[in-house]
């Protein structure tokens, strides 16, 4: 992926982040191993992130695009359809209920 960030920013026309993310029952420090729906809230953590320091990183918060490769690809996949599933009810903590909990939220 370093070769398309490097491409995309050739002009200055776009900004890249690459996102990090936990890993799939490799607790990294955790109590307990993480799962695929952790994986996807930490994508969604960042790009909350983005969207809070757009004007810091001169970008329009309204126009993110989301990309990757192997694993990135999924989760870029998840990023723009999941969206709706954003919520603070946990993941299959309750029967029925599946939505997304960011682990960062801005105050407010």
Known sequence: MRGLARELTKDNQ???FSIDYRRVNDPEGDAKPNY????IED????????REHAAE??????RIAVT???AGGHL?????TLCTMIGDGG??????LYEYKPSYVPAG
């Open 14 to 16: 776009y900004v890249v």
């Open 76 to 80: 870029s996949e998840a990023a723009a």
């Open 57 to 62: 990183y001169g970008l329009d918060p309204d």
């Open 43 to 50: 994508v969604f953590s960042a790009m909350i992130h983005i």
């Open 91 to 96: 993941f299959g903590q309750l029967e029925g």
């Open 68 to 70: 990757g490769d192997s």
């Open 36 to 39: 695929m729906h952790n994986l």
